[in-house]
């Protein structure tokens, strides 16, 4: 299960915060993604980055932010403008951004606002 | 943009049993299909997949079956057993730049 590390694994914030999830792979893949996962909602993508300095919105990126400074890492930032924050976060890596490149998760980060 | 829809949302068979758990695509560019195991706690796994260009990939226990004309594909485990217990998520995707789109998972609970 190595190559791809989140931190932390539970998170708790209170309403109005910001927080930064991290998401670190060493496993040289250029693409990686964040997703979220809620109960009967399957796996949602909110942003990916397909290089270094580069990442595109996915299908619920309102409210989140992201940046891609270095290959091995892709943290995502939850906003205060996030809605409804309170979710299971995973972060995935692929050696590239075409589909069939199987997707590394990592463990996930639970985040809860309070 | 591409929509996936799973079907059912939960599964419960006996052990020995065989589990089908069905997906619909909407996109007729989508070319590659991938089914990723998610056991409980722990983080999802791909277990196989199946480009357009074939009809039917197996591996073992498991088998996924295409079906381009009607944009539908299915995951087939035979002779169940209680480790098969786990979410299901079937995907679709172009393989060009495109990321993946997930269905909304299927719980499958192997009852011993």
């Known amino acids: 299960d190595g190559g791809i590390t989140q931190s932390p694994k539970y998170l708790f914030r209170k309403e109005g915060q910001n927080v930064t999830l991290s998401c670190e792979q060493n496993?040289?893949?250029?693409?990686m993604y964040w997703y979220r996962q809620d109960p009967g909602q399957g796996l949602r993508l909110i942003y990916y980055?397909?290089?270094?300095?580069?990442?595109q919105k996915g299908d619920i990126a309102e409210g989140y932010s992201v940046s891609r400074e270095k290959k091995e890492s892709f943290p995502l930032t939850v906003t205060s403008a996030q809605k409804n924050p309170t979710a299971f976060y995973l972060c995935a890596s692929s050696a590239g951004l075409a589909a069939y490149n199987e997707q590394f998760f990592g463990p996930g980060t639970r985040l809860t606002v309070l | 943009g591409e929509n996936v829809e799973q079907h059912p949302s939960t599964l419960s068979v006996q052990e020995g049993d065989s589990a089908v758990i069905k997906c619909t695509y909407s996109?007729?560019?989508?070319?590659?299909f991938p089914w990723y195991k998610q056991e409980l706690g722990k983080r999802p796994q791909l277990i196989i997949d199946?480009?357009?260009?074939?009809g039917e990939k197996k591996d073992q226990r498991i088998a996924v079956t295409l079906n381009k004309t009607a944009k539908h594909f299915s995951l087939h485990i035979t002779e169940t057993q209680p480790e098969d217990s786990a979410v299901y998520f079937c995907a679709a995707a172009y393989s060009g730049n495109t990321p993946l789109v997930f269905g909304k998972g299927t719980r499958l609970s192997v009852i011993a």
């Open positions: 496993l040289n893949h250029d693409a």
């Open positions: 996109d007729s560019a989508s070319n590659y």
């Open positions: 199946i480009r357009s260009n074939v």
């Open positions: 980055s397909q290089i270094v300095n580069d990442f």
